[in-house]
């Protein structure tokens, strides 16, 4: 009978593991930081260009950016499962990499803490490491009642403005429903762009109707834009109170808008960092 049942043990362990992936790709820098904090990095054979954390997930080989993949990349890699988000694209590169029979989990891009929640418990139920995932939980709900405590602390809701550089054009201001409105408003703070939703260019008018008492940008951005002195030299930005006082605050760019593990450590660093101004 033990044998019996050592052997069943055995069978179903087996089976388990036979659909379990081994070899994983995964698009976007938020979903490689989860894989990282399942500890399950060891099935990683690759990622985008946008996943450069921890420091091991920039060594792995690169697909492309997220949003302009291409399916030989990928399929390059014998991945059995890819990892995404609706954010990935094209659209044709995701068919054709279905069509060539790689199981595809997408998942819905990060917004919010229940958003990452969700993200974490989809992936750790794909490779079966759902009571890890209850550990990384356990700790984002005692991290989110430590923001709360800190928010109910901050004497003045800062009204901020977040620009992202893309290339040689005009900033681009976030509205709402983007990654960088949710940051602002979890670090306890207020967007000052409520017109419209998405990214708009600024103009030197909208800087000074605005009236941000914060200027929020990535560090990659500010590093693009020349540093802290070019910014505040910008064409109607210069004449709010935001640059008057070198209020900048300028944060990595995945740490801060990725919505992954390591979302809840960027509110608070932006709590206080208003507070500090």
């Known amino acids: 009978m033990k044998i019996i049942a050592v052997f069943f043990l055995f069978f179903m362990t087996t ?88 199981v595809v989990l997408e998942i819905k891009a990060g917004r919010s803490i229940d958003d990452i929640k969700k993200s974490i418990n989809l992936i750790a139920k794909a490779l079966h490491r759902e009571n890890k995932a209850k550990i990384l939980i356990i700790k984002l709900d005692k991290d989110y009642e430590r923001l709360n405590t800190i928010k109910r602390n901050i004497k003045t809701n800062k009204k901020v403005m977040f620009i992202l550089q893309q290339g040689a054009g005009a900033p681009m201001v976030a509205g709402t429903e983007t990654a960088a409105d949710s940051i602002i408003k979890l670090s306890g703070a207020k967007n000052v762009v409520i017109g419209y939703q998405g990214y708009k260019p600024l103009t030197p008018e909208a800087a000074v109707i605005l009236k941000p008492d914060v200027i929020l940008i990535t560090k990659q951005s500010l590093e693009q834009i020349g540093g802290k002195k070019a910014l505040l030299k910008s064409p109607g930005l210069s004449l709010t109170q935001a640059a008057i006082k070198g209020n900048v605050i300028a944060l990595d760019s995945l740490l801060m808008l990725g919505f992954g593990p390591r979302t809840i450590d960027a509110a608070i660093e932006l709590s206080k960092a208003y507070e500090s101004l």
């Not at 976007?28 to 990622?47: D, F, H």
């Not at 499962?81 to 094209?90: C, H, K, Q, Y």
Request: aromatic residues 4%; proline residues 7%; without cysteine.
């Open 15 to 102: 089976l388990a593991q036979a659909d379990m992936p081994k070899r994983i790709v995964t698009i976007g820098g938020a979903l490689t930081e989860i894989i990282y904090a399942l500890e399950e990095e060891s099935k990683l054979v690759g990622n985008d260009t946008t996943s450069y954390y921890p420091n091991q997930a920039e060594l792995l080989p690169k697909v492309g950016y997220q949003r302009t993949l291409s399916a030989e990349g990928i399929l390059s890699l014998n991945p059995d499962l890819v990892i995404l988000t609706e954010e990935a694209g094209p659209p044709t590169v995701i068919s054709q990499i279905k069509s060539a029979g790689v």
